[in-house]
Nanobody, 119 residues
Framework: VQLQASGGGLVQAGNSLRLSCAVS????????ANWYRQAPGKQREWVAV???????NYADSVKGRFTISRDIAKNTVYLQMNSLKPEDTAVYYC??????????????WGQGTLVTVSS
């Protein structure tokens, strides 16, 4: 199973970006997906989660501005980020928990995509 994150870039404060995390592999079932972020000089922090049932939850710092979603047919998880602030600047990582065809569950990480928000 591999995760490929994309969609980062440079935007002005107040604008929007949508990050994508494509999950590839064969014979797996999706359990959950998270987005994390790591700002320069800071520890990685959790941003949002979506479960196999579609339930979502968000960090207080992004609640009301970010939306996590999933396209089952495309095996892709999205993070829609609106009303971006300079403090949202970070490398964003996707993380997914899946169960493979051998019924082994694992947690996988994407490579990260940089989001820079200018003031």
């Amino acid at each position: 199973v591999q995760l490929q994150a994309s969609g980062g870039g440079l935007v002005q404060a107040g604008n929007s970006l949508r990050l994508s995390c494509a999950v590839s592999g064969s014979g797996f079932s999706f359990n959950f997906a998270n987005w994390y972020r790591q700002a320069p000089g800071k520890q990685r922090e959790w941003v949002a989660v979506i479960t196999s049932g579609g339930s979502t939850n968000y960090a207080d710092s992004v609640k009301g501005r970010f939306t996590i979603s999933r396209d089952i047919a495309k095996n892709t998880v999205y993070l829609q980020m609106n009303s971006l602030k300079p403090e949202d600047t970070a490398v964003y990582y996707c993380n997914a928990g899946v169960t493979d065809s051998s019924r082994i569950s694992g947690s996988y990480w994407g490579q990260g995509t940089l989001v820079t928000v200018s003031s």
